[in-house]
Each structure stands twice: as structure tokens, then as C-alpha cells.
């Protein structure tokens, strides 16, 4: 089981590992140096997450039509593949933008639609793969390593591009996502063969799939389900909105180079593991509300640390904040994926975590296309760019605030006893329709 878990975060590293050249490194060249609409970048950005509700369907789709006995892995493997073309071409896109705006913007839109596609088809089937490989009682252990991985894969990937790109040219930039995407492939490969047996006898009628509007119909009928929902969707948009800001942000305000900006990821990335393995511990000893909101206060401190820095022009609080918002984001993290998987019902799981997935989706489109707007908005009505940055930060943190507000309304009890009653309201009306 150990080696299968490694092969599963192989492939969640591999996945991870081609978007780190696009969201941290792309988006800083497109927005700062090709002078690229922040709004457009975000757009672009958020392909993924405006067709992640064919997820719903691709499950469905590979729970009944398995390719020579496999369920999951052609899927993967053709997910795996997308990101990476996605990748390669995706520098391709942004010099042809600059250039030739609209034949660009069709590349663009092939590249990172390409991706987006790729990255549904494979979360989907390999978080899918990874539940039916663990089981109930080994699931938390298997999601624990997948995540480790990908975080260091993010890390390294961010170090490798870093020394990569020392010496920053756009034929550099190229073959640098080209040897990113190659070796997401590699590792991705490795991480497949011989991972799920063919034939597989699992009992795909026991669990139904639940459309998105299903699944909007339990949340308008049970109180802490909505606000669980409302709160990761202003939590989320919050922390993961700012990740096509940063590096764009420290070259504008502190004309960091290509190189520097390109960091940033992984320090983040080294803040984030750090204070998963500290929640780790911490988790059984400290209430899972208390380490949420101990992690959404020191995102809303990094928020405003990171704002400040553009007032003061000053880059070592920017790293100060940039430390913070990377340990409050971690905690975060960790707690609220524990409560998460507290606020679900027994053999109801996949229908709640199918909710909390559409929360995740949600909240990077809105959290992406606010940061990005505000942005363009603010820079054209102030003509400075660094305080339209500080802004979108302030923001964050004031959406920091509104999460924090409503952590304080979920109880996890009351949730568990209008679950079922909502559950049942659900399966009676879809009996009936």
C-alpha cells in the first residue's frame, strides 16, 4: 500500500508541477513585462475552474466505461498529458499575445483550456483512484502523502525554474516550461504503471453521482451547510485569489527580475509545508475551529503585511508577509480540510465532499477575476499599479475578516443533525423527478 501511495502523489506532484510555470512564473511575464490585462490573465487562469463541473460528468462517465479493464488510469494518463501540452504551449500563447493580440489570444485559449481540461479529467480520476485504493480507514494517510508531495514537487519546481531563468530570455522561458513539462510527464508515468488492477470489481452503483444542481439543493436546506459552503467560498477566494498577484506585484513594487519573483513560490510553498506538519501535531491536542482561526488570522496579518510593503516600498516586510501568509495558509489549510471531512454524513461522503469540491471551483474563479479586475480597475482610475496591488491585498484581508466572522457560526453538531433529514428531502425529490 506505502508504494502505491507514492505513486498516487507522484501524480498529484506531476499535475501540481505544471501549473507552478503558469500561475507564479506566465502570469508575472504576461502582466508586468508583456503589459497583459491582469483581468485577462485571471480569466485565463480560471479556465480550469469555469468547466470544472464537467468533473461531475468525467466520474460518472469512467465509473461505467473502463478502457481494457481500467477505470481510472486512461484517464489520468489523457488528463496528464493535456496539462503538459498545456504547459509547453502556454509560453507560446503569451509572446504570440503580445504581438498579435487576438491569433494570441486564440492560442491562449487552446493552451490553457488545454490545461484546465487536463486538469479535470485527472484530479477527478486520480483523487477517485485514491479513495477506492485506500479505503475509509487508510484514506486520511493516503490525502496526507499525496499533499506532502505535491507541495514539495511545487517547491522544487519553483527552485528549478528560479536557477533556470537566471538569465531570463523569451527562448529561456520556453525551454524552461519545456523541462518542467517533461518531467511532470516522467514522474507522472512512473506513477501509473502498475497502480490500479484491471478489471476492477468495485461496485460503482453503490455510490450515486449527484449533479451540481443537486448538490445546491442540500446546501439551500441545511443552515450549517450553507455556511460551511459560504465560508470556504470567501476563505478560499481570499487565499487563492492572490496567486497570480504576487509575483507580478514584487516586480512592480521592488522590480524584482524574472528569477526572484519566481521564489516567491517556493518560499510559500516551504511556510505551507512547515505549518501542515506543525497542524499535524497540533491536531487532537487543539480544537479544529481554533487552528482554522489561528490560520485565518495570520493569512488576514500576511494580507496586510504584503499591502504594506507596497506603501512603505519596503521588500523585506513583503518577505515578512509573504512568511506569514504562507503558515496562516497552512494551517488553514490542514484544519479546515479535517473539519471538512467532519461536516459530512455517514454514506453520504462523496455527495459532501462533491459540495465542498464545488466550493474549492467557485471560489478560484471568483477570487482570481476579483483580483484581477480590481486590479485593472484601480490601476487605469489611479495610474499607479503599485497601490492598485495594495488594494486587491487590503481586500483580501477584509475577505479574511468576513471568513473569520463566519467560522465563528459553524457547529459541526448541529450540522450532523440536519444532515441526514436534508440528505433524505434530496433523495425523495429526486425519486420523484
Known amino acids: 500500500m506505502f508504494r502505491k501511495r507514492i505513486q498516487l502523489g507522484l501524480i498529484h506532484m506531476a499535475v501540481a508541477m505544471t501549473l507552478v510555470p503558469i500561475n507564479s512564473t506566465l502570469n508575472r511575464v504576461m502582466i508586468k513585462d508583456l503589459g497583459i490585462s491582469a483581468t485577462l490573465v485571471a480569466l485565463l487562469a480560471s479556465l480550469p475552474y469555469l468547466i470544472s463541473p464537467i468533473q461531475v460528468a468525467i466520474g460518472s462517465f469512467a465509473d461505467r466505461h473502463a478502457v481494457r479493464g481500467l477505470r481510472r488510469t486512461p484517464y489520468i494518463a489523457l488528463g496528464l498529458f493535456l496539462c503538459v501540452l498545456g504547459v509547453i504551449l502556454s509560453p507560446y500563447a503569451a509572446y504570440l499575445m503580445a504581438r498579435y493580440s487576438w491569433v494570441g489570444l486564440i492560442v491562449a485559449l487552446f493552451a490553457f483550456g488545454a490545461w484546465g481540461m487536463g486538469y479535470n479529467l485527472s484530479a477527478v480520476s486520480y483523487m477517485s483512484l485514491a479513495s477506492e485504493i485506500s479505503g475509509e480507514k487508510g484514506r486520511s494517510r493516503t490525502i496526507a502523502i499525496m499533499f506532502i508531495m505535491m507541495i514539495v514537487g511545487i517547491i522544487l519546481t519553483s527552485l528549478a525554474l528560479s536557477r533556470m531563468l537566471e538569465a531570463y530570455s523569451p527562448q529561456v522561458l520556453v525551454d524552461s516550461f519545456w523541462v518542467i513539462g517533461l518531467v511532470a510527464l516522467v514522474l507522472g508515468v512512473l506513477g501509473l504503471i502498475r497502480l490500479e488492477k484491471r478489471k476492477s470489481q468495485l461496485d460503482s452503483a453503490a455510490s450515486k453521482n449527484y449533479t451540481w444542481s443537486e448538490m445546491l439543493r442540500l446546501v439551500s436546506e441545511n443552515q450549517q451547510v450553507k455556511t460551511f459552503f459560504i465560508y470556504l467560498i470567501i476563505l478560499l477566494a481570499a487565499i487563492l485569489g492572490q496567486d497570480i498577484l504576487l509575483e507580478p506585484y514584487a516586480a512592480e513594487a521592488f522590480s524584482m527580475p524574472v528569477q526572484a519573483t519566481t521564489r516567491i513560490t517556493s ?100 477570487g482570481s477575476m476579483i483580483g484581477g479586475g480590481i486590479r485593472d480597475v484601480l490601476n487605469r482610475l489611479m495610474q499607479d499599479p503599485v497601490m492598485a496591488y495594495v488594494a486587491v491585498f487590503l481586500f483580501m484581508a477584509f475577505l479574511m475578516l468576513i471568513s473569520l466572522w463566519m467560522l465563528a457560526r459553524i457547529d459541526v453538531n448541529q450540522f450532523r443533525r440536519q444532515a441526514d433529514h436534508s440528505v433524505g428531502i434530496l433523495e425523495r425529490g429526486i425519486q420523484v423527478d
Open 267 to 366: 518560499i510559500w510553498g516551504i511556510c505551507f509545508l512547515v505549518a501542515m506538519i506543525v497542524a499535524g501535531v497540533l491536531e487532537g491536542r487543539v480544537r479544529k475551529i481554533t487552528l482554522a482561526r489561528i490560520g485565518g488570522w495570520n493569512a488576514l496579518l500576511g494580507f496586510v503585511l504584503i499591502a504594506s510593503s507596497g506603501i512603505l516600498g519596503s521588500s523585506d516586510v513583503f518577505f515578512i508577509g509573504l512568511i506569514v501568509l504562507g503558515i496562516g495558509t497552512g494551517l488553514s489549510t490542514v484544519s479546515n480540510l479535517s473539519l471538512m471531512l467532519d461536516m459530512t454524513t455517514a454514506g453520504k461522503v462523496g455527495l459532501y465532499i462533491g459540495i465542498w469540491g464545488m466550493a474549492n471551483a467557485i471560489s478560484r474563479l471568483i
